[in-house]
């Protein structure tokens, strides 16, 4: 197989196409990113939401009790 050597080290010597390579490479980790972060943000809201809602029944019932 020295022919598919040969073609190897001709393709790891060659600098054509390397940004769209490399962007290539590099766009699918980036989007799975940002989609993470987006996913983060939404339950991070919801979170905070379902907390303001439980503080809201725990102080209407705290209050209902005293009257």
């Known amino acids: 197989t020295p022919m598919f050597t040969d073609r190897l080290e ?5 600098a054509r196409g ?9 766009a699918v980790p980036a989007v ?3 989609g993470a972060a987006i ?3 939404r339950q991070s809201s919801s979170v905070a939401n ?4 439980v503080d809201a029944a725990a ?4 209050f209902d009790q005293r009257h």
């Open 18 to 26: 390397n940004v769209a390579t490399f962007f290539g490479i590099v």
């Open 32 to 34: 799975l990113m940002v």
């Open 59 to 62: 102080l209407a019932h705290y």
């Open 50 to 53: 379902l907390q303001a809602a």
């Open 39 to 41: 996913d983060y943000a």
């Open 10 to 14: 001709c393709f790891a010597r060659s």
